[in-house]
């Protein structure tokens, strides 16, 4: 039976979603729900964790820490003996979640589309996982709901792969996943036996990486179709906001994007710029842009996605030959060097961060020494069969570590995903301590 004394939390996610696009959005009176959060005294800029990815920031998000307390730092890692490169999922988070955190004061969540939570573990609630999550039955929690959201067609991800060379299609496919969250709102919601609810879009950034620029050019033949797709995600927003609406107090809600978004300027390949000044040296031809096996002993520095450089060092590496006095020498060398790249007379380096300055954690260990910061609009990238240091393949937006959309109804501010996670832990009464 629902009461007053429950108190309760909704946080709305929109992934990569600016807070200058959705203010232009809501006074064009394309999203007029989303209009009461995005034009609102509460509503402010946040800044990304760095590398303003997905995967950090959500799991940032979900753990109320930073990289260097969680361990995830990309959307990939290395096995340091073999070299296989694998897809960060669930297993690589290092600490407990905000929802295993309130599960052990009894308290239940529900969460939709959250990504990095694949493989979903059990947890006092119900969970399907978003982004990167290949299958159903390992996404959700309990396992008796992807019968359920099978019978319903639930849709995971949209086709990104057909959809970057077919834009009426990736239209399509994100109309579709947004029906597939709306109905998952639906089933998740109705029980009511939930303290905390969790709903993630992730349509924005899909969108923004094939057709940023149609966003804001009316001129652009897909800029009414954009336009269509938002009106969507903003009844499917305002779906969640009418439920809230409806909740007695005490009630809270929370609204955050993962990272802003930008025009792409070019992508910048950095394996191909470590190559070309002799620090990455490959053997054979990579199966693969993740194929880092063809990385030779006599390499001293290689990047994973999307500008982290890890020394090749004999410590770390079963390959390494790089000794600790080299690599303290190489890495500020390195620093130096690529705070000097340019791309078309414009700096592509915003900043280069060491990791004790980054992440000073118990992670810190399994870090990167290095993170590039890129100039808006230069999208860092990592791969071992690229040949191009610039160029571009596809895309038309990038992700911006500034001006991320985030919202609270009880007008706190948070700096990044992580103080947005204290928030929930502090709503519920958890220490925001490990």
């Given at each position: 039976?629902?009461?007053?004394?429950?108190p309760?939390?909704?946080?709305?996610?929109?992934?990569?979603?600016?807070?200058?696009?959705?203010?232009?959005?809501?006074?064009?009176?394309?999203?007029?729900?989303?209009?009461?959060l995005?034009?609102?005294?509460?509503?402010?800029?946040?800044?990304?964790?760095?590398?303003?990815?997905?995967?950090?920031?959500?799991?940032?998000?979900?753990?109320?820490?930073?990289?260097?307390?969680?361990g995830?730092?990309?959307?990939?890692?290395?096995?340091?003996?073999?070299?296989?490169?694998?897809?960060?999922?669930?297993?690589?988070?290092?600490?407990?979640?905000i929802?295993d955190r309130?599960?052990?004061?009894?308290?239940?969540?529900?969460?939709?589309n959250?990504?990095n939570?694949?493989?979903?573990?059990?947890?006092?609630?119900?969970?399907?996982a978003g982004?990167?999550?290949?299958?159903?039955?390992?996404?959700?929690?309990?396992?008796?709901?992807?019968?359920?959201l099978?019978?319903?067609?639930?849709?995971?991800?949209?086709?990104?792969?057909?959809?970057?060379?077919?834009?009426?299609?990736?239209?399509?496919?994100?109309?579709?996943?947004?029906?597939?969250?709306?109905a998952?709102?639906?089933?998740?919601?109705r029980d009511?036996a939930?303290?905390?609810?969790?709903?993630?879009?992730?349509?924005?950034?899909?969108?923004?990486?094939?057709l940023f620029?149609?966003?804001r050019d009316?001129?652009?033949?897909l800029?009414?179709?954009?336009?269509?797709?938002?009106?969507?995600l903003?009844?499917?927003?305002?779906?969640?906001?009418?439920?809230?609406?409806?909740?007695?107090?005490p009630?809270r809600?929370?609204?955050?994007?993962?990272?802003?978004?930008?025009?792409?300027?070019?992508?910048?390949d950095?394996?191909?710029?470590?190559?070309?000044?002799?620090y990455?040296?490959?053997?054979?031809?990579?199966?693969?842009?993740?194929?880092?096996s063809?990385i030779?002993?006599s390499?001293?520095?290689?990047?994973?996605?999307?500008g982290?450089i890890?020394?090749?060092?004999?410590?770390?590496?079963?390959?390494?030959?790089l000794?600790?006095?080299?690599?303290?020498?190489?890495?500020?060398?390195?620093?130096?060097?690529?705070?000097?790249?340019?791309?078309?007379g414009?700096?592509?380096?915003?900043?280069?961060?060491?990791?004790?300055?980054?992440?000073?954690?118990?992670?810190?260990?399994?870090?990167?020494?290095?993170?590039?910061?890129?100039?808006?609009?230069?999208?860092l990238?990592?791969?071992?069969d690229?040949?191009?240091?610039?160029?571009?393949?596809?895309?038309?937006?990038a992700?911006?570590a500034?001006?991320?959309?985030f919202?609270?109804s009880?007008?706190?501010?948070?700096?990044?995903?992580?103080?947005a996670g204290?928030?929930?832990?502090?709503?519920?009464?958890?220490?925001?301590?490990?």
């Open positions: 039976m629902q009461t007053t004394e429950r309760r939390m909704v946080v709305l996610g929109l992934d990569g979603m600016p807070l200058s696009l959705l203010r232009e959005l809501c006074e064009a009176g394309v999203t007029p729900h989303l209009a009461r995005a034009l609102s005294a509460q509503a402010h800029e946040m800044r990304a964790e760095l590398p303003e990815l997905s995967p950090v920031n959500w799991t940032s998000f979900a753990t109320a820490a930073g990289p260097e307390e969680h995830v730092f990309g959307f990939t890692r290395i096995d340091p003996r073999s070299y296989a490169v694998g897809i960060v999922d669930s297993t690589a988070v290092r600490v407990p979640t929802f309130i599960g052990e004061r009894g308290l239940s969540s529900r969460v939709v959250l990504p939570m694949y493989p979903a573990r059990p947890m006092r609630g119900m969970l399907v982004f990167v999550a290949p299958e159903l039955s390992r996404a959700v929690f309990p396992p008796f709901l992807a019968g359920q099978r019978a319903m067609n639930y849709r995971l991800e949209a086709d990104t792969v057909r959809g970057r060379d077919n834009h009426d299609l990736l239209l399509s496919e994100l109309s579709a996943t947004l029906d597939a969250r709306l998952a709102l639906d089933l998740f919601w009511m939930w303290d905390l609810f969790v709903f993630v879009l992730t349509e924005p950034d899909r969108l923004f990486h094939f620029p149609a966003m009316v001129a652009h033949p800029h009414g179709a954009c336009m269509e797709l938002f009106r969507h903003d009844r499917v927003a305002g779906a969640l906001l009418e439920r809230y609406d409806a909740l007695p107090g009630k809600l929370v609204a955050l994007a993962d990272h802003g978004f930008t025009d792409l300027v070019t992508e910048v950095m394996n191909a710029w470590l190559a070309g000044h002799g990455l040296r490959l053997e054979g031809h990579a199966l693969s842009e993740l194929d880092a063809v030779t002993p390499t001293t520095a290689f990047a994973l996605d999307p982290r890890y020394l090749h060092t004999a410590e770390r590496f079963a390959r390494g030959r000794g600790a006095v080299d690599a303290m020498a190489l890495r500020h060398r390195l620093r130096e060097e690529l705070l000097r790249m340019e791309y078309a414009r700096p592509v380096m915003r900043a280069v961060h060491l990791r004790e300055e980054l992440y000073p954690g118990p992670m810190a260990p399994f870090a990167p020494d290095l993170v590039c910061e890129a100039q808006p609009g230069m999208s990238t990592a791969k071992f690229g040949r191009s240091v610039f160029g571009l393949h596809g895309r038309s937006g992700h911006a500034d001006g991320a959309f919202y609270d009880a007008g706190e501010r948070a700096h990044t995903t992580r103080d204290r928030l929930v832990l502090d709503f519920f009464g958890c220490s925001t301590q490990y």
